[in-house]
Every structure is written in structure tokens, then in C-alpha cells.
């Protein structure tokens, strides 16, 4: 068994470093527009209704909550018609799109309209700024690295797609919510005439840009593909710029054994093995990382002492 040694002895969490992977825990989503689109079907039985009629129920109070009662049927609608949030990891966007998407349910859809539009400027700025510093020797870092805001979209896009920052979906995506952003914010008199519709368009797109670009779990090219109910970095993509900044070092660093627990005085919290040379294991692909996490003995699994 080899690993990193101090004076002739392991170093717990830096020898067993190639066994444990990126998790990604902190995440926000909401489901509810799923849930008020979708009826039940003709084969549930009396109970499976009984507890969607509940959670329906339920979800049409939360939003009388928010959003208040005046217009209440028109808000479902638009509630449901924006549709879910997606699975994103916890970054500078999840509170303005939660204002962008307030603002369209309260039926003011030109300030969602042009909320939206801002939110993906102000996504492409964090991205230039976050990440600009581990780009020096680009020939783009020479366009922006004085610059401390940027208002000219295709300057962005380009130099993140130049960067390999953005997916190719997520440019196709930002260039179609900048030729609205222009139509929109610029004095267009047909603005007026499809408020609701551009407002909806533009918030698709949006959603569309975090889903692909900052999902906590999916089919994104740093993920290890298969493992169940949890979402792990490649070991590859560690140092990537925008994985190590955006997913890595928000997230938790985790063998296979670990477990999620809750109690009532700490709510959720990841528990894991302080070393996993204790089971003869130094390092593992992320094949073999997935496998293990995915069919190991429970017994096996760290517990809190609780």
C-alpha cells in the first residue's frame, strides 16, 4: 500500500486524496410547476390520488403565500407556464433569477423581461471576472483582464468560448438571449405588443443557460457518469478553471463510504471515514470510484457517533 507519509507515517485526507471525489451538495431547484401541469393518471389508484390532490393542494397554498390571493388564478398559470427551477449549484445567480422569476408571476413581465436579460449579462461578467486570472497566456486575457464590468455580449461569449468555459449548447443559448436583451432594451415599439410571450422566451433561455452550464447533477462532460442519486466530479476535471472555482470549491471532497445523515440539532451533513487506507485502498479511477459508491456493503458506511 503506498501513499503520502510523514515521518514514516500516513497523513489522513492527503494520502487517500485519489480515492475521494468532488460531491456536489449544495444545490437549489423547485418542481412545483411540474407538479400543477401534470394530472393523474387514469390507472392511479384511489390513494395515489388522494396524495396528488394533496400536494397540489398544498403547492397552490405556498404560492397564495408568496405571491398573494389578488389574481391568484392568473399567477398559477404563469407560475406553472414559466416552469421549474432547475437543479443548479449554489452560485451568483440563484437569487436574481428567483426575483426574475417573482416579477413574471406578479405579472410584471417587462421588468422580468429585462431582469432576465441583465441576469445573463451578469452571469457572463462573473465568469470573465472569476475566471480570468488562470487564463494570463490567452491572447483573449489581453481584451479583458483591465476591464472590470463588460456590456458587449459577443466580447463575452467569445472569449469564455475561446476559454472552452461555456458548453457549446450555453453559446447558443446566450447569442439567442442577446438578440432579444438588444430587441428588449433598446426602444422597440413591438416590445410592448409581446411583453408576456419575450418575457417567457427570455426566461427559457435563461433557465436553459443554468441548467446546462451550472446543473448539480447530469450528462456535463466533468461529471462520472452513472453513479446513483448523487452527483460526482471526474477526477480530470478538478483543475479545470471553471469546475475547480464554480463545483469544487463549494462543494465536499468524499471517498466512497460516506454517508449523509440528519439530526435535529445539525439538520443534513456528509460523514465520512477520515482515512481510507484503513481499507487498503490508496487510489481509484472513477470507474472504480462509481462502483464502489454505488454497490458497496452499507456496513461499510460512516456513521456519526451521534
Given amino acids: 500500500m503506498s501513499g503520502n507519509e510523514v515521518d514514516g507515517q500516513r497523513v489522513p485526507g492527503v494520502s487517500d486524496r485519489g480515492v475521494r471525489r468532488h460531491r456536489i451538495f449544495n444545490f437549489d431547484f423547485d418542481s412545483r410547476p411540474s407538479h400543477l401541469v401534470a394530472t393523474p393518471g387514469e390507472n392511479w389508484s384511489e390513494e395515489a390520488r388522494a396524495q396528488w390532490d394533496a400536494q397540489y393542494n398544498q403547492i397552490i397554498a405556498s404560492l397564495n403565500a408568496e405571491f398573494g390571493s389578488l389574481n391568484i388564478d392568473r399567477k398559477i398559470d404563469d407560475f406553472a407556464a414559466f416552469g421549474v427551477k432547475p437543479f443548479s449549484i449554489v452560485a451568483h445567480h440563484?437569487?436574481?433569477?428567483?426575483h426574475v422569476r417573482t416579477a413574471?408571476?406578479?405579472?410584471?413581465?417587462?421588468?422580468?423581461?429585462?431582469?432576465?436579460?441583465?441576469?445573463?449579462?451578469?452571469?457572463?461578467?462573473?465568469?470573465?471576472?472569476?475566471?480570468?486570472?488562470?487564463?494570463?497566456s490567452t491572447p483573449q486575457y489581453k481584451i479583458v483582464y483591465r476591464k472590470k464590468s463588460f456590456d458587449c455580449w459577443s466580447i463575452a461569449i467569445d472569449t469564455l468560448k475561446a476559454w472552452q468555459v461555456l458548453l457549446p449548447e450555453v453559446i447558443v443559448s446566450f447569442r439567442d438571449l442577446e438578440k432579444l436583451r438588444n430587441r428588449s432594451i433598446h426602444f422597440n415599439l413591438e416590445t410592448a405588443s409581446q411583453l408576456r410571450?419575450?418575457?417567457?422566451?427570455?426566461?427559457?433561455?435563461?433557465?436553459?443557460?443554468?441548467?446546462?452550464?451550472?446543473?448539480?447533477?447530469?450528462?456535463?462532460?466533468?461529471?462520472?457518469?452513472?453513479?446513483l442519486g448523487a452527483g460526482f466530479i471526474k477526477r480530470e476535471w478538478e483543475s479545470n478553471p471553471f469546475v475547480a472555482h464554480y463545483y469544487c470549491?463549494?462543494?465536499?471532497?468524499?471517498?466512497?463510504?460516506?454517508?449523509?445523515?440528519?439530526?435535529?440539532?445539525?439538520?443534513?451533513?456528509l460523514v465520512d471515514h477520515p482515512d481510507y487506507g484503513e481499507f487498503g485502498i490508496d487510489s481509484l479511477s472513477d470507474e472504480q470510484f462509481k462502483d464502489l459508491f454505488n454497490n458497496h456493503d452499507p456496513a461499510l458506511s460512516a456513521r456519526a457517533n451521534d
Avoid at 426566461?203 to 451550472?214: D, T, V
Fill in 94 to 98: 440563484n437569487s436574481m433569477f428567483n
Fill in 104 to 136: 413574471f408571476v406578479s405579472g410584471a413581465y417587462y421588468a422580468a423581461l429585462t431582469g432576465a436579460c441583465a441576469l445573463g449579462e451578469r452571469i457572463l461578467n462573473h465568469l470573465i471576472l472569476d475566471l480570468r486570472e488562470k487564463f494570463k
Fill in 197 to 227: 410571450e419575450d418575457a417567457l422566451t427570455a426566461a427559457k433561455l435563461l433557465s436553459r443557460i443554468i441548467e446546462q452550464q451550472f446543473c448539480a447533477f447530469g450528462q456535463q462532460p466533468w461529471f462520472i457518469e452513472g453513479t
Fill in 249 to 269: 470549491a463549494k462543494n465536499f471532497c468524499l471517498g466512497p463510504f460516506h454517508s449523509v445523515d440528519f439530526s435535529d440539532a445539525l439538520g443534513w451533513r
